[in-house]
């Protein structure tokens, strides 16, 4: 299985920009699709983006759209995550996933096998 691991995360004002990334060892970050998730405290885990093996596709959560965008770099093993206009209810801990990549475009946590540790972010008001 993949290992992940989050940086990036921090504090932020709200209106500000953050960018996380994933770094991938262990297998090849090109066999996976790969998302990203986050839990805001006292709620349960949410879909964010999803991106395919190959970087072509992607899909959003409402709430982030036009404002997220996830990227990849196969070469480097690593996911990206811009983040712009940051709000409050942005806040959570961030978690990148691995799956199989014919998984497709999937938003379905239970598609995604390998998880970081996750990497917090707080926007401020």
């Known amino acids: 299985q993949v290992q992940l691991v989050e940086s990036g995360g921090g504090l932020v004002q709200a209106g500000g920009s953050l960018r996380l990334s994933c770094t991938a060892s262990g297998r090849t970050l090109s066999d996976y699709v790969m998302g990203w998730f986050r839990q805001a405290p006292g709620k349960e885990r949410e879909f964010v983006a999803t991106?395919?093996?190959?970087?072509?596709?992607?899909i959003y959560a409402a709430s982030v759209k036009g404002r997220f965008t996830i990227s990849r770099d196969n070469a480097e093993n690593t996911v990206y995550l811009q983040m712009k206009s940051l709000k409050p209810d942005d806040t959570g801990v961030y978690y990148c996933?691995?799956?199989?990549?014919?998984?497709?475009?999937?938003?379905?946590?239970?598609?995604?096998?390998?998880w970081g540790q996750g990497t917090q972010v707080t926007v401020s008001s």
């Open positions: 991106i395919t093996w190959d970087g072509d596709h992607t």
């Open positions: 996933a691995g799956g199989h990549w014919a998984a497709g475009l999937t938003d379905d946590p239970a598609e995604f096998r390998s």
